[in-house]
């Protein structure tokens, strides 16, 4: 695990190729990220990867960020070292793998992985139950491929993911 010693006031954001991630993971927008990934990494670590999600829509090669205004326009304090809250979400994001500190700033999941058992045995009972049941009817359907041709389709990629993400809940 990196540890974030120092937030740049600025940092290039670029995406972490991860082919099986890539293919099969989880919109940082999702329904999925918010009721099973929100409890493990908090809400404000999901806020930062719901802001790149966006950003990835727009400039999938990776951008430039203002890391100060970011975290002011999401109501948090921001110091450059990783003590302030905007730092110690961000440090959240690195800890879970959701993203790696680079030289000039970080490299990013564009999806989540599916929350690891490790995790999972830490949530509620019901909610355990519950991502059990969502693994077990979201097997048939290849939710990543519904998707893509969504997006192949014209659809905009959150739009698109979450269609896939409801059309497997429904199935």
Request: with cysteine; aromatic share 8%; hydrophobic share 45%.
């Amino acid at each position: 695990m990196d540890v974030i010693q120092f937030i740049p006031t600025h940092a290039t954001i670029r995406p972490w190729v991860d082919p099986t991630v890539d293919a099969r993971g989880h919109d940082p927008r999702s329904a999925y990220v918010e009721r099973y990934w929100l409890s493990v990494i908090g809400p404000t670590a999901t806020w930062i990867m719901r802001r790149f999600a966006e950003r990835f829509d727009a400039e999938p090669a990776g951008f430039t960020l203002d890391l100060g205004h970011t975290a002011t326009s999401m109501g948090l304090s921001f110091a450059k070292g990783s003590n302030s809250p905007f730092g110690r979400a961000l440090h959240r994001c690195v800890m879970f793998g959701l993203a790696q500190p680079l030289s000039d700033g970080f490299a990013v999941r564009r999806k989540f992985p599916t929350v690891a058992q490790r995790h999972l045995k830490r949530l509620p009972a019901d909610v355990q139950a519950e991502h059990d049941e969502w693994a077990r009817r979201t097997i048939s359907l290849d939710r990543a491929d519904l998707a893509r041709r969504l997006v192949e389709a014209g659809i905009a990629p959150a739009a698109a993911a979450a269609a896939s993400e409801a059309a497997a809940l429904a199935s």
